[in-house]
């Protein structure tokens, strides 16, 4: 679970800015959401359920969720898949030429086996300029490496760490590094790096695999999944899977060039077998009598197919206690239907392993104080030098009663177009009102 994550120098962000997962001491008007979007960690430690990021276009939102994403591909893949001149793909704050010098910073702070660990990075597209992690199985937080540039300091905790040293390339992680030669504590936080996925809600290639491989293998995901889709009352029954052998006559068009179809069968597993998705619907006939019908999941709307992709990671995330990070969860979804999603991770009863949502939207209609308590909302604004700020909702003065939705968009929280800017703008193009210019 994470406590809370800060990066610096990435995109838009120049200076660092902090995302923060731990519950701020504020009433909820509805004791309901206190209660259910907060879960206790230990005597000293709550926190929350979920977060929501709001801004206007650009304010830097997706660049958070990008930083959190690179970091994570940083942590599995750095000791790996690159060559030792390979460079990082980092990409510093741009609009200040003493930032483009500087190195990115990312750091996370996240609980894993009941033990807090505090682990981060800095880096430039060269090499890994500093490196730490700590831990605190007793309360103290202590020190289980450190590095400067080509200097590592390691604890005694860390069994065989000495001899990854030199196995560890200026543009690696050493935790990369030491996980892959199987220590103990580094696969411990790999894992936890590993149970946080982060996903567009734009693309659904990037989790609809996912969601077809737990479908079609394993029947308790299925039958999740279709359960979760008939109580989002989008008109589908059931969801079928439909295999087809490629090699049978008429599967593959007859005109097609035999090198594509070589390809084809080339790239598709399980023995040749294509697999489709077919959802159910109930057709009423002119007796009365109910019938099947089965659709392409592709004939559904494009929010029922996401609806469907993204059940996968939800209900993955849910039921092994993860971390899901979704930015525009709410693309192509209706309303009700996001917030449906959402209230899965913010109740005890659907979320007994106390998994977390993070996510990125412009849906001000989930802007509720029955939703979220305050410390649960996020806005990222640009200042006038182009960089992006975070702050929470619980940051400002606002009255337990106050519409958040309504104050929001009066602009008393900021995080919104400027848009006496625009209209300006457009009245000095003389376009105003319709009118064009000559």
Known sequence: M??????????????????????????????????????????????????AIYGANASGKSNLIKALGFMRHMVLSSSKESQADDPINTVPFRLD????????????????????YR??????????????????????????????GSEISISRAVKGGQALKSLTRPNALFLSVAAQFNNEIAKKVMGWFKSVNVISGLDD??????????????????????DLIRGCDVGINNVVVE????????????????????????????????????????????????????????????GTQKLFFLSGPI?????????????????RLHTLLTRKLIGLFNSEKTNPKHAQIIFATHDTNLLSNKLFRRDQLWFM???????????????????????????????KYGAIPILGEMRRALIELGQEDGHETE
Not at 16 to 31: E, H, I, Q
Not at 97 to 116: A, D, M, R
Not at 137 to 142: G, I, L, S, V
Not at 208 to 226: K, L, P, Q, W
């Open 315 to 331: 209900i993955d995330t849910l039921r092994e206690g993860k971390v899901l990070v979704i930015d525009e969860i709410e693309a």
């Open 381 to 411: 604004e640009k200042d006038e030098g182009g960089a992006s700020h975070l702050y929470s909702l619980a940051e400002l003065k606002v009255r337990n009663d106050a519409s958040f939705e309504s104050d929001y968009m009066q602009g």
């Open 205 to 226: 290639s990037a989790y609809g695999g996912f969601t077809a491989g737990v479908f079609t293998e394993d029947s308790s995901y299925r039958t999740s999944i279709i």
């Open 2 to 51: 994470i406590i809370e994550f800060t990066v610096g120098n990435f995109r838009s962000i120049k200076e660092p800015v902090t995302l923060s997962m731990v519950a701020a001491k504020v009433n909820a008007k509805d004791p309901q959401v206190d209660i259910n979007n907060t879960f206790r960690v230990d005597e000293n430690l709550m926190l929350l359920t979920s977060g």
């Open 97 to 116: 030429s003493q930032t483009e010098q500087n190195p990115s910073l990312f750091e996370i702070v996240f609980h894993q086996e009941g033990i807090p």
């Open 243 to 302: 295999k087809t052998n490629i090699h049978e006559p008429g599967v593959l068009p007859a005109d097609m060039p035999q090198e594509l179809k070589d390809y084809l069968i080339k790239q598709i597993k399980d023995e040749g077998e294509l697999v489709n998705f077919r959802s159910s619907h109930n057709k009423i006939c002119e007796d009365g009598i109910v019938e099947e019908i089965l659709f392409d999941i592709g004939e559904e709307s494009e």
């Open 119 to 148: 682990y981060g990075f800095e880096v430039t597209k060269e090499k890994v300029e500093t490196e730490w992690l700590f831990y605190s199985p007793y309360k103290k937080e202590a020190k289980l490496f450190t590095r400067e």
